[in-house]
């Protein structure tokens, strides 16, 4: 494994994955481009169906399902596609 800059490189398949700080949209505003990363789960929160499991990340922790404040689905975050690979 070697590491340039930012970017991590492995030889060995599927060992990470990069997700990018890519911030979150409200409305037309960007927040936190470039600083922390927002992602959506696919499952809503049973409690509420204007919120939804995310994980979230800053260049010091990670954040995971109802600990992240940024649940509210009002908020544009990313979707991370995931391929089960299978052929469609």
Not at 20 to 46: M, R
Request: with cysteine.
């Amino acid at each position: 494994m070697t590491k340039e800059g930012t970017h991590t490189y492995s030889m060995k398949k599927d060992l990470y994955i990069f997700l990018p700080a890519g911030g979150y949209l409200q409305g037309k505003d960007f927040g936190n481009a470039n600083v922390d990363g927002y992602y959506w789960s696919c499952e809503l929160k049973p409690e509420s169906p204007y919120e939804a499991y995310s994980l979230t990340f800053d260049d010091t922790d990670v954040y995971i399902e109802n600990e992240s404040e940024n649940s509210f689905r009002y908020l544009g975050q990313p979707v991370r596609p995931v391929y089960d690979g299978k052929k469609r």
